[in-house]
T-cell receptor, first 114, second 115 residues
Framework: AQSVAQPEDQVNVAEGNPLTVKCTYSVSGNPYLFWYVQYPNRGLQFLLKYITGDNLVKGSYGFEAEFNKSQTSFHLKKPSALVSDSALYFCAVRETGGYQKVTFGTGTKLQVIP | DTAVSQTPKYLVTQMGNDKSIKCEQNLGHDTMYWYKQDSKKFLKIMFSYNNKELIINETVPNRFSPKSPDKAHLNLHINSLELGDSAVYFC??????????????FGSGTRLTVV
């Protein structure tokens, strides 16, 4: 069964600094990977995905993620953090075949400090 | 126009009651899901329907019963509510199973509190 791990419960970063939110995955076959963001009292919003191709994936709001097959990682990055980026971020992996169930990580709270 | 709408947004009810949560999507998506988010923000899939057919049925108590009258609607009925059912329930939809194309679109959630 596939799984995804987000090792940090919370990440603090100063406004204007680069940010990284970590994610590692485990899946048989080729991974389909996603990042979602959840603002308080809201549903999750899709940020970006990796299916195949370029290891650097660009998404919404200036976010990007780097797929690293050898390290089984899919870290979320942004060159310059904004206070408005403060939210809960979820990494997710989709199983290969079957009914393509998506499993979410436990979430990482990003706090951008003014 | 809300893409995935859930009602009600808040639901407070006593133990033992039966309640329903409704979900509708106007995106023309084929697949719909119910997720449960607990107090620690952990998200767990409960059910998934593809074109009204149940395709994912995780290990949830059989007090939970999904119903999909058509591919735009997926409702969740819960019998004999327990304290442990308190959580936020999210409905989501995707163009195809697994959300490969454009990911999932989530509703804003239903906060269920059982007292």
């Amino acid at each position: 069964a596939q799984s995804v791990a987000q090792p940090e419960d919370q990440v603090n970063v100063a406004e204007g600094n680069p940010l990284t939110v970590k994610c590692t995955y485990s899946v048989s076959g080729n991974p389909y990977l996603f990042w979602y963001v959840q603002y308080p009292n809201r549903g999750l919003q899709f940020l970006l995905k990796y299916i195949t191709g370029d290891n650097l994936v660009k998404g919404s709001y200036g976010f990007e993620a780097e797929f690293n097959k050898s390290q089984t990682s899919f870290h979320l990055k942004k060159p310059s953090a904004l206070v408005s980026d403060s939210a809960l971020y979820f990494c997710a992996v989709r199983e290969t075949g079957g009914y393509q169930k998506v499993t979410f990580g436990t979430g990482t709270k990003l706090q951008v400090i003014p | 126009d809300t893409a995935v709408s859930q009602t009600p947004k808040y639901l407070v009810t006593q133990m033992g009651n039966d309640k329903s949560i409704k979900c509708e999507q106007n995106l023309g998506h084929d697949t719909m899901y119910w997720y449960k988010q607990d107090s620690k923000k952990f998200l767990k899939i409960m059910f998934s329907y593809n074109n009204k057919e149940l395709i994912i049925n995780e290990t949830v108590p059989n007090r939970f019963s999904p119903k999909s009258p058509d591919k735009a609607h997926l409702n969740l009925h819960i019998n004999s509510l327990e304290l442990g059912d308190s959580a936020v329930y999210f409905c989501a939809s995707s163009q195809a199973a697994g959300g490969t194309s454009y990911g999932y679109t989530f509703g804003s959630g239903t906060r269920l509190t059982v007292v």
